[in-house]
């Protein structure tokens, strides 16, 4: 479509006579576009002098797409002889401003495609100033071992990269370019790098020349190198191994910032890839980093401070970049969450503002309206930055100080009516600075002071400067913030001093807090979070002062996303495992598991989800876990000793991992199951007979699971249920297992398969581990064999174990173990695959064991049971005791488990397991000491 038929606005001449004269410079142009020509002419002296300068080539432009014509600008630029590129490139510089600045005013573009095509312009003049003065460098025999043709190819090591807006793609209308300029320093020997270096430092003060110098055509843009680590003291071109080693130890936040817009511009382009690429650890950390949202207060205080940038809001001579409720505010807003929570979510790192704001909405991080009504507020400010440096193409941000200039700047807008002009965009600002500027009130609020506390608060509280996580004077600072309105909260818990007494061992533990205080200061919720799990779970607060990273995971966007089961958490950690090394994968393995054991049990603490679901969610994370680690350990194995012989081997789980109840403390009990097929041996450097490889592979998931890296450890593992316990090999073979399953297994084994449950390893082997299963208590299902033999271990389970007690559900007559040995026993007796306890005691009234009231009630006090067991491993990891819980942890196990107080908990405990206890020696008897060996 041409120019003139895509107009949807245009501005109105401030001088109308200078817009007069603009229109008849021009010729043969459709009359549509007058009131575009005189309203830009008439408010802009500059674009009015350069409609003038270029009005034979414009009229010919303005027949064309305007997307056409900056297409064959780029083009032209990118062709340009070295002979011609000074002047060569301010005149097309001089046309581009046209075709850019009149799709702009016109509404051809929307404000996204009037900073890309400015953009690209721009990198197309970079590129041919860099390949021009570097292929002089070349051709002078300045750059050891390089042709022209190197330096025409790719810069012969050289690359810009572009900073800033240019390398967001979003580059002002008078905006200078910010640029650093590496070389690839491997691509020289060492004898040579240093005369490459000169070059290089030659060749970049060159094309800073030929595109920032101002001479009787003007320039091109204004090139700013200052970006470069240490520039006071490094040249303008470093290599790219220096500028790895600088980033390495002493870069600082706000470089970490100036990185999120980095893009290789010109020159190089893999070697600029692959340099960002080594700087992702130091600009994208693996933590939140919400140290990071301090050092951005700091930032913006120093600019306002610098700039004379506070006070209240007057719009004569704001500055509409850095003032309050600018474009800086917003860039800040997103860049801020973008660097916290970029290391750990790629889909965050957009090097553009707005579509860094949708992603931030996407992630959870802010509300879909406020990302939405921020970026329109974005939209708005930068158009009105431009029309401010159409003016006089002065790079400026500041709005004008006369009536006069706020009516030229009205105009070229497009508005008539000055004053309503200035009232929307003050209101603009004024909803910038309340959107954006709750994120900087920490820094601006005034210091609270804590309340009168109880002598014995008191002490504790006069302990914590002498904590390792406030040694720093950065961590005392912000903890100094913080500590008035914890304390409040703390004051506010239904045991003061207990709540204290455990953040007191939460902060005791931590080994450093600034970045973990940011956190805090930044997201006032998570003080909530800690102040509850402080007067409620002491276990898990002790547990956050030896893993505090997962915190983490709270502000993660995800975190309060429906549970994606344990397929969809199967294939999040296979993603995150992909092509690192072994011990790569267990600290990954080991940090994954954190967060989302967290997570649930957060969740639980919350009452966001109910016990019966904390249980399978549990049980979900660990099959995960297996099923990611399990071939990490195979592939570990077969890379000493050659691919796993046979079909392969499966992992088979047993107990409350098989049955769906595990717990936070649960540890995994587990059997391996191969088979070798018809393999003898492996095939690798080391080969290893099927017993042998299988056997190494379970040591080695053991070791996976259990052994304590820098990142923790997942599990404890038990595999005492293997057949022939602690005497037999610690992997079966399928053929084995079937053998001894079906001849040599006591009725203790057999009840203990009717809980198995195949979870890691090749599908077609797991089926045929579970078709032995079923087969296995069909064929074993004589209900007289199975309640002698019960009744015998039942009786041996009492004679060895605990005896239980009202908080000691597990252990004892009628808790949780004793029900669950009676529904291994129906299950087992009834030759039915059910693995959960409630579904195997539903079979028992068609043995006559029980009634169906009898099954109801059995299956409500293991339920109850299991609800006081969970909830008690969440809040200690010591044996239940309502007096060293807590008033808090007393209410949660309270509510979890459906009862007024604790109090009437433990009544309720009491009879329900008494009556249990009855009905389950009528069944197998009593145990008395005869019974017992």
């Known amino acids: 479509m041409s120019f003139a038929s895509r107009l949807t606005r245009h501005p109105i001449p401030h001088v109308p006579d200078r817009g ?170 060492a004898a040579d790098a240093m005369e490459a270096r000169a070059g290089f430092i030659r060749a970049t003060r060159r094309l800073a020349a030929t595109l920032g110098d101002t001479n009787s055509e003007g320039y091109v843009f204004r090139t700013d190198l200052r970006l470069r680590p240490d520039a006071s003291v490094t040249p303008v071109c470093i290599s790219l191994t220096a500028a790895e080693r600088y980033y390495e130890a002493e870069g600082r936040s706000w470089e970490r910032s100036a990185y999120i817009k980095a893009r290789p511009a010109a020159g190089d382009i893999a070697a600029g890839e692959r340099f960002l690429e080594t700087l992702k650890p130091f600009v994208w950390r693996r933590h939140l980093d919400f140290a990071m949202v301090q050092d951005t207060m700091d930032m913006r205080q120093r600019i306002r401070d610098h700039k004379g940038l506070h006070g209240d809001l007057k719009l004569e001579g704001h500055n509409l970049k850095l003032g309050a409720g600018g474009i800086r505010e917003i860039e800040f807003f997103a860049q801020t969450r973008q660097l916290v929570a970029g290391g750990r979510d790629p889909s965050l790192r957009s090097r553009r503002t707005v579509k860094a704001l949708a992603a931030l909405a996407r992630a959870g991080w802010i509300e879909d309206g406020v990302a939405a009504e921020l970026a329109e507020l974005y939209a708005h400010h930068r158009e009105i930055e431009h029309r401010v440096q159409m003016i006089d193409d002065a790079q400026t941000h500041s709005l004008p100080k006369s009536d006069e200039g706020f009516d030229r700047l009205a105009r070229l807008c497009g508005e008539g009516d000055t004053r309503a002009f200035r009232a929307r965009l003050a209101e603009r600002l004024r909803r910038v600075e309340q959107l954006a500027g709750d994120f900087f009130q920490p820094m601006k609020g005034e210091r609270r002071h804590g309340p009168e506390i109880p002598p014995a608060q008191a002490e504790i509280v006069a302990r914590w400067p002498s904590y390792p996580a406030l040694r720093s004077e950065r961590g005392q600072a912000i903890f100094e913030r913080l500590k008035p309105e914890l304390l409040h909260r703390f004051q506010r818990a239904a045991r003061p001093e207990e709540a204290l007494s455990n953040f007191d061992g939460f902060l005791k533990g931590l080994p450093a807090g600034v970045q973990l205080f940011s956190l805090f200061e930044a997201n006032p919720p998570l003080v909530d979070l800690i102040v509850d799990i402080c007067a409620t779970a002491p276990g898990l607060s002790r547990y ?135 393999a003898e041996m492996s095939e690798g450097r080391r080969p290893l007979d099927p017993r042998g490889w299988y056997a190494k592979a379970t040591k080695t998931l053991i070791t996976a699971l259990s052994a304590p890296t820098a990142a923790g450890k997942l599990y404890e593992v038990d595999m005492r249920l293997r057949p022939s316990g602690r005497q037999g090999p610690v992997a079966t073979s399928l053929a084995s297992f079937r053998t001894y399953q079906r001849e040599e297994a006591w009725t203790w084994e057999h009840m203990a398969l009717t809980r198995a449950k195949p979870l890691a390893g090749p599908a077609a082997l797991r089926d045929e581990i579970e078709a032995i299963r079923r087969a296995v208590i069909a064929d074993k299902a004589v209900p007289e064999t199975v309640l002698a033999d019960a009744a015998e271990m039942r009786a041996r389970l009492a004679a060895a174990g605990r005896a239980g007690s009202t908080w000691a559900v597990k252990d004892g007559a009628g808790g949780l173990q004793d029900i669950e040995l009676l529904g291994q026993a129906v299950a087992l007796a009834a030759g039915a695959p059910d693995r959960a306890t409630a579904a195997q005691l539903a079979h028992a009234p068609a043995l006559g064991w029980l009634t169906p009231e009898d099954v109801a009630a059995l299956a409500a006090t293991h339920a109850l049971q299991s609800r006081v067991q969970g909830a008690a491993r969440l809040l200690t990891d010591e044996a239940l005791d309502p007096d060293t819980i807590g008033a808090g942890g007393q209410e949660f196990l309270a509510r979890v488990a459906g009862q007024p107080s604790a109090g009437a908990l433990a009544s309720h405990l009491d009879a329900t397991r008494a009556l249990a206890a009855d009905r389950i020696e009528a069944i197998f008897g009593p145990v008395t000491p005869q019974d017992s060996p």
């Open 20 to 189: 007069a004269e603009a229109w008849a410079a021009l010729h043969d142009v459709a009359p549509e576009l007058r009131p575009l020509i005189e309203g830009t002419a008439g408010s802009s002296p500059y674009l009015a002098g350069l409609i003038r300068k270029e009005a034979h080539w414009l009229s010919h432009a303005l027949a064309d797409p305007p997307e056409d014509t900056i297409t064959d600008l780029i083009a032209e630029a990118a062709g340009l002889e070295p002979a011609e590129l000074d002047s060569g490139l301010r005149r097309l510089k001089r046309r581009a401003a046209l075709v850019v600045a009149l799709a702009d005013l016109g509404g051809l573009w929307a404000l996204h495609t009037v900073t890309q095509a400015w953009t690209d312009f721009a990198d197309a003049c970079l590129g041919a100033a860099l390949v021009a003065h570097v292929a002089a460098e070349a051709r002078r025999g300045k750059l050891p071992g390089m042709t022209e043709d190197d330096a025409r190819r790719d810069g012969a090591g050289m690359v810009a990269l572009a900073m800033g807006k240019m390398g967001a793609g979003e580059l002002n209308y008078s905006s200078d370019i910010d640029l650093i300029c590496f070389f690839d320093d491997e691509r020289f020997d």
């Open 544 to 678: 956050l002062s030896r893993n505090s990273g997962v915190l983490d995971a709270v502000l993660d966007g995800r975190f309060f996303a429906p549970w994606p089961g344990a397929s969809g958490l199967s294939r999040e950690l296979s993603r995150l495992l992909a092509g690192r090394d072994y011990e790569q994968q267990l600290d990954l393995a080991r940090r994954w598991h954190k967060d989302w054991h967290f997570r649930i049990g957060v969740h639980q603490l919350r009452g966001l989800i109910d016990p019966e679901e904390a249980a399978a969610h549990y049980t979900d994370l660990a099959e995960a876990v297996l099923a990611g680690l399990w071939p990490a350990v195979c592939a570990e194995i077969a890379r000493r000793h050659g691919p796993a012989p046979g079909r392969g081997g499966a992992v088979v789980g047993m107990g409350s991992l098989g049955s769906g109840r595990m717990s936070a403390g649960s540890d995994l009990d587990l059997i391996v199951i191969y088979d070798p097929a018809d």
